[in-house]
């Protein structure tokens, strides 16, 4: 009984350190404008694969009660993302969702370029006054040689970091429209996952 006590004591001091330094991080860059939450991205924020209404932010914007915006274009690379961040930034966004680099990595950009582009696009949305949130995505290739360069972004600038948007979907046939677009059921799942992991900081909003 005495070790169970203990193991529970270690781990409600890991959970209380994760959180807390989630939240430094969250608070170093607080949302400071009073719009709409902002999905910024390619095919997989703009729903490419699912029926109408179906895309992951409207999904996740119902299930958190927030307006979400959806500023996804199809075939977009994060060079095309950070031409066109002006659109985002006029709506004064109070939260924005960064998902870029599919494109990219299909197209074969260097991956400089590529990290370079959406640290560019972190920094002008900070400096606007939104709390930014970079969601990863997979490499193309076996092994995924995205995941750290998006870590080491995310604790570059500050920002709470989702790893993965495809993680537990991609090569699940049930949830694919096609080998990389998701179905209604995967982008449902997507929100999903989303949601239990923002769920603990919308208080700071």
């Given at each position: 009984?005495?070790?169970?006590?203990?193991?529970?004591?270690?781990?409600?001091?890991?959970?209380?350190?994760?959180?807390?330094?989630?939240?430094?991080?969250?608070?170093?860059?607080?949302?400071?404008?009073?719009?709409?939450?902002?999905?910024?991205?390619?095919?997989?924020?703009?729903?490419?694969?699912?029926?109408?209404?179906?895309?992951?932010p409207t999904i996740l914007g119902q299930r958190l009660s927030v307006k979400m915006v959806n500023k996804g274009v199809p075939g977009e690379t994060s060079a095309d993302g950070l031409a066109r961040i002006g659109q985002v930034k006029e709506l004064h966004p109070r939260v924005v969702l960064v998902?870029?680099?599919?494109?990219?990595?299909?197209?074969?950009?260097?991956?400089?370029?590529?990290?370079?582009?959406?640290?560019?696009?972190?920094?002008?949305?900070?400096?606007?006054?939104?709390?930014?949130?970079?969601?990863?995505?997979?490499?193309?290739?076996?092994?995924?040689?995205?995941?750290?360069?998006?870590?080491?972004?995310?604790?570059?600038?500050?920002?709470?970091?989702?790893?993965?948007?495809?993680?537990?979907?991609?090569?699940?046939?049930?949830?694919?429209?096609?080998?990389?677009?998701?179905?209604?059921?995967?982008?449902?799942?997507?929100?999903?996952?989303?949601?239990?992991?923002?769920?603990?900081?919308?208080?700071?909003?």
């Amino acid at each position: 009984m005495k070790k169970v006590l203990i193991l529970l004591g270690v781990i409600a001091i890991a959970v209380a350190v994760y959180f807390f330094f989630s939240r430094e991080h969250w608070t170093n860059y607080p949302a400071k404008n009073a719009g709409p939450w902002v999905a910024f991205g390619d095919s997989l924020t703009a729903g490419f694969g699912a029926d109408q209404g179906h895309d992951y932010p409207t999904i996740l914007g119902q299930r958190l009660s927030v307006k979400m915006v959806n500023k996804g274009v199809p075939g977009e690379t994060s060079a095309d993302g950070l031409a066109r961040i002006g659109q985002v930034k006029e709506l004064h966004p109070r939260v924005v969702l960064v998902c870029f680099g599919g494109n990219d990595t299909l197209n074969h950009v260097p991956f400089d370029t590529t990290f370079s582009n959406i640290g560019q696009i972190i920094d002008q949305l900070q400096a606007d006054g939104a709390f930014v949130v970079l969601v990863g995505v997979p490499s193309a290739s076996i092994r995924d040689k995205y995941e750290k360069r998006f870590k080491s972004l995310a604790k570059e600038k500050q920002t709470l970091f989702i790893p993965d948007i495809l993680k537990g979907v991609l090569g699940t046939p049930n949830l694919m429209s096609d080998y990389v677009h998701p179905n209604d059921e995967g982008y449902k799942k997507i929100a999903e996952r989303f949601d239990d992991l923002l769920l603990p900081y919308l208080h700071n909003l």
